[in-house]
């Protein structure tokens, strides 16, 4: 990871939380009750409330037996993650409904069991403020138990991920999926142990994997269930971004963290909102945040879409496969690998072609063309050498003669050229070969020439070109040297 552009702790704080974030509306974000309220009024979703205690009177007269058998305890104002509780039942459903309360068991994420005393006694420690910001006395949240999505239980098999947007000047700058682990005891906390992933803004699609503890380090996999973790895709993207920006919009906070979680029933739900994210994001991106978050700032954004465009842009890695989707057409670079059928069909070869959009057509070497099996195209080419002299004899008539004579013989040459160079006249054949380029399978008219001291057995010319979108800043494939030493 390049330390280049990270934004730390005081720079986050004198940089962008105190100019564009007003107290008022940090006191808002910071009472979760009132953050789920303004969220409900703007139809924003979010997990909805089975209760919520503000005091010991409440806590007495509130009603235990209306809780459903899963169901998440947090505290109003807490921060971190701490105090907040989710529980399952071990009873299947109707089991639960014939026991009486205090019978009555549930677990945890970390596989701790909790009786009703257990979790009124941390209700309780929630209106004492154990968990709260200030130290002082808090309420107490009962919420709905998400359900995660079922492609993130194939990689994660506890806890509930969470995705983390980092929004400013209401564009998307950087996000990060976080999947819990069984050290951090089914919490999506990196600092507890899970697994924090770099998100490409512009397609959702996982683009690193870290792990702070036990210690530092980049990952491929999941530490639990040995899941491969690059390239995933984050279900709901598009609607992940659309309500991370609109809820900065509503908050009024210039620089805001979006908690969002992905629920199998309902799809993606704000969790939390943060008006002070923590920096981890750019640990999970192996990138800085700094350089973000200045290309954006004091930019005009007319609107939330374009917002998100804007981030889309900036800072999605995948230009290639937006081009691709907006004009139609497959990006590829200066050299691709491809695959070409033989002559009959049969057998598929590897080679490494060279995109030349200054050739009319494609070309194959003699070599490649014996590959293939066309040996007895070159046999009666050779039979037919044309030499240094017959440029100065050779009449259109003759011409077309021996042109007639040769396609006569091999009914593969589609065409001959006569081409006149400074080694004299040679005859180019041109034969029909069947290739895949990018996945796009092209039936393709090419000449066999001598292309043995060249880097490329094959070029591909405009004419095959037609469908395709050359990008020279792509990463092309590089031929392997060759044992003669030609470059």
Same mark, same amino acid.
């Given at each position: ?5 990270? /934004? ?274 750019? /640990? ?19 609107? /939330? ?183």
């Amino acid at each position: 990871m390049s330390y280049k552009g990270i /934004l730390g702790m005081n720079s986050r704080n004198l940089n962008y939380i105190r100019p564009y974030n007003p107290k008022k509306r940090v006191q808002l974000v910071d009472n979760k009750l009132e953050t789920k309220n303004l969220l409900k009024k703007h139809d924003l979703p979010t997990p909805s409330y089975y209760g919520v205690i503000k005091n010991i009177r409440e806590f007495e007269t509130f009603d235990f037996n209306k809780l459903p058998r899963n169901f998440v305890i947090k505290p109003n104002r807490g921060f971190g993650g701490g105090g907040i509780l989710v529980l399952k039942s071990k009873d299947k459903k109707e089991v639960f409904k014939k026991k009486e309360l205090k019978e009555k068991e549930w677990v945890d994420n970390g596989g701790e069991i909790f009786s009703f005393k257990d979790f009124r006694a941390h209700i309780l420690d929630i209106l004492d403020g154990k968990f709260s910001l200030s130290s002082l006395p808090d309420t107490a949240l009962i919420e709905r138990k998400i359900i995660p999505d079922k492609e993130f239980l194939k990689i994660c098999n506890v806890g509930v991920p969470d995705i983390r947007v980092i929004v400013f000047n209401k564009v998307p700058v950087m996000a990060m999926l976080r999947l819990p682990t069984i050290r951090s005891r089914g919490r999506a906390n990196l600092a507890a142990g899970a697994v924090g992933l770099g998100i490409d803004i512009g397609n959702g699609t996982t683009s690193s994997a870290v792990l702070k503890m036990p210690r530092r380090q980049i990952v491929e996999t999941h530490p639990d269930t040995n899941k491969e973790l690059i390239s995933l895709q984050v279900p709901g993207w598009q609607r992940i971004l659309e309500i991370a920006v609109e809820a900065q919009n509503i908050t009024k906070l210039g620089f805001l963290g979006v908690d969002i979680v992905i629920d199998r029933k309902f799809g993606p739900q704000i969790l939390e909102l943060n008006a002070r994210p923590g920096l981890e994001i750019q /640990l999970a991106n192996l990138e800085g945040l700094a350089y973000r978050l200045e290309r954006v700032k004091g930019l005009k954004i007319a609107s /939330l879409s374009k917002g998100i465009r804007v981030g889309e842009e900036l800072f999605g890695g995948d230009i290639e496969r937006r081009v691709e989707d907006v004009s139609g057409k497959e990006v590829v670079g200066l050299s691709e690998e491809i695959e070409i059928l033989d002559r009959k069909g049969d057998r598929k070869t590897k080679v490494l072609a060279k995109i030349d959009t200054g050739a009319d057509s494609t070309s194959i070497s003699k070599e490649l063309a014996r590959k293939l099996g066309f040996k007895n195209v070159l046999k009666l080419i050779d039979e037919y050498a044309l030499d240094e002299e017959l440029d100065k004899k050779l009449t259109s008539k003759e011409e077309l003669r021996i042109k007639k004579e040769v396609m006569v013989k091999e009914p593969d040459i589609e065409e001959l050229h006569v081409v006149k160079s400074s080694h004299g006249l040679t005859l180019r054949p041109y034969v029909y070969i069947v290739y895949y380029l990018s996945g796009e399978k092209k039936k393709s008219l090419v000449n066999i020439t001598n292309r043995k001291e060249m880097k490329y057995s094959m070029i591909i010319g405009k004419k095959d070109l037609k469908n395709f979108l050359v990008d020279p800043s792509k990463k092309s494939v590089q031929p392997k040297p060759k044992k003669n030493g030609t470059k």
